[in-house]
Nanobody, 122 residues
Framework: VQLQASGGGSVQPGESLTLSCAIPELIPDYYGIGWFRQAPGKAREGVSCILKDNGGTYYEGSVKGRFTISRDNAKKTAYLQMNNLRSEDTAVYYC????????????????WGQGTQVTVSS
């Protein structure tokens, strides 16, 4: 089962992007949804997650107040609205789902999509 992330691109600092993640029909709505990113030379990190059973949301410290995660179960799509982008947000962004996503840790997510590149540069 593979998710499909889209919406990446090249923008200037301060601009916005919205990433979308198409979720396969067979993934139940109670699964957690996560957005992760991996910058060159760095480990993949959790950016923002909706915990299973809609049990809350998590934002990594540097994106709080700038990024917003959401999901539309009717459309089977998750989103990551990214505002006021910074150069340090440059990375490949991945979406993932997990049946046991109580947090925003990679090991809690077992369905992953191919990433989408986000580049923030002046």
């Amino acid at each position: 089962v593979q998710l499909q992330a889209s919406g990446g691109g090249s923008v200037q600092p301060g601009e916005s992007l919205t990433l979308s993640c198409a979720i396969p029909e067979l993934i139940p709505d109670y699964y957690g949804i996560g957005w992760f990113r991996q910058a060159p030379g760095k480990a993949r990190e959790g950016v923002s997650c909706i915990l299973k059973d809609n049990g809350g949301t998590y934002y990594e410290g540097s994106v709080k107040g700038r990024f917003t995660i959401s999901r539309d179960n009717a459309k089977k799509t998750a989103y990551l609205q990214m505002n006021n982008l910074r150069s340090e947000d440059t990375a490949v962004y991945y979406c993932a789902t997990g049946e046991w996503a109580y947090g925003c840790y990679e090991h809690e997510f077992n369905n992953w999509g191919q990433g989408t590149q986000v580049t923030v540069s002046s």
